[in-house]
């Protein structure tokens, strides 16, 4: 009924910058919150950041100031600009986002996820 898809991982030396992506498509009301989830090889699943439907955004502390995310409401998108990126940001990368769907329910849905790796 719902699909996140994420996209724009890939590889990049230490130092560079990469845009993520994250559509959201089916019988969608509206997506009162997004964010950015990742997961390293080895280590638990961690919020990065997210973003409100009001346009208010919180950030992980270990990517504050490196990150930054933004939405298109008209597109039912959310981007995460990540800056300054070193091999410890190596990981999968999870959309997220609370849906308000056509029939009224409310959930979590998750996107399959976009690989970034970082290179010393």
């Known amino acids: 009924q719902v699909q996140l898809v994420e996209s724009g991982g890939g590889l990049v030396q230490t130092g560079g910058s990469l845009r993520l992506s994250c559509a959201a498509s089916?019988?969608?009301?509206?997506?009162?919150?997004m964010g950015w989830y990742r997961q390293a090889p080895g280590k638990q699943r961690e919020w990065i950041a997210s973003?409100?439907?009001?346009?208010?955004?919180k950030y992980a502390d270990s990517v504050k100031g490196r990150v930054t995310i933004s939405r298109d409401n008209a597109k039912n998108t959310v981007y995460l600009q990540m800056n300054s990126l070193n091999p410890e940001d190596t990981a999968v990368y999870y959309c997220?986002?609370?849906?308000?769907?056509?029939?009224?329910?409310?959930?979590?849905?998750w996107g399959q996820g976009t690989q970034v790796t970082v290179s010393p």
């Open positions: 997220n986002g609370l849906i308000r769907t056509t029939d009224l329910t409310q959930q979590t849905y």
């Open positions: 089916g019988s969608i009301s509206s997506i009162p919150v």
């Open positions: 973003s409100q439907l009001g346009g208010s955004a």
